[in-house]
């Protein structure tokens, strides 16, 4: 339970936000240029300047992009000035995938790390947490627990998580259900 409870309020955006975003943002965005936040008119990425970011979305109306950083700001991929399309943000490990779903005025897209351009641990712990995602365990909880098992390869956690990933039935259970040693 403390894992749940100690994050579990920072990763509730996750539920609100129609992509399968992940807690660990292992895509990077590099600013072309000066690029202001979309909602929030103080904040600035400066020129070669990076962020991280779990979502990109489309607009339906205008065509322009944003891409979205996990608890933090959305930016401007492409907008357009003077009629002209122009591109604000360059995707640096990751690659727009299959569309995700779509509102009104939005269309959104998996984000889809590009393996060859992101580091072996990062990589685990992506795929671990997308896993035990799928699992059913709760976002705040999968992300801690993935972090764990990368980073305490010898904890209860790390051994719990691991069976789960081998496909224990039962290390899977206490994991969606808050009773494993992730959650002591």
């Known amino acids: 339970m403390r894992l749940c409870k100690v994050i579990g309020l920072t990763?509730?955006?996750?539920?609100?936000?129609?992509?399968?975003?992940i807690s660990f943002q292992v895509c990077e965005a590099r600013a072309m240029m000066r690029v202001q936040a979309n909602s929030s008119p103080d904040s600035f990425l400066k020129p070669g300047e990076k962020t991280n970011f779990t979502s990109?979305?489309?607009?339906?109306?205008?065509?322009?992009?944003?891409?979205c950083s996990h608890g933090g700001h959305c930016w401007p991929v492409i907008s357009f000035r003077n009629g002209k399309k122009?591109?604000?943000?360059?995707?640096?490990?990751?690659?727009?995938?299959?569309?995700?779903g779509k509102d009104k005025d939005t269309e959104y897209f998996e984000v889809e790390p590009i393996r060859s351009m992101i580091a072996p641990i990062d990589f685990k712990r992506y795929d671990a947490e997308i896993k035990l995602s799928q699992m059913g365990v709760c976002s705040a909880c999968s992300g801690g627990a993935a972090l764990i098992y990368v980073?305490?390869?010898?904890?209860?956690?790390?051994?719990?998580?691991?069976?789960?990933?081998?496909?224990?039935?039962?290390?899977?259970?206490?994991?969606?259900?808050?009773?494993?040693?992730?959650?002591?």
Request: hydrophobic share 30%.
């Open 151 to 184: 980073t305490e390869p010898n904890s209860a956690c790390a051994r719990e998580v691991e069976k789960a990933l081998k496909g224990n039935k039962e290390a899977r259970r206490r994991l969606k259900d808050s009773e494993s040693a992730c959650d002591q």
């Open 56 to 67: 990109y979305d489309v607009s339906t109306k205008d065509g322009t992009s944003q891409i």
């Open 86 to 100: 122009e591109k604000l943000i360059e995707l640096l490990n990751c690659k727009i995938g299959k569309p995700t």
């Open 11 to 21: 990763f509730a955006i996750l539920a609100a936000h129609p992509t399968n975003a």
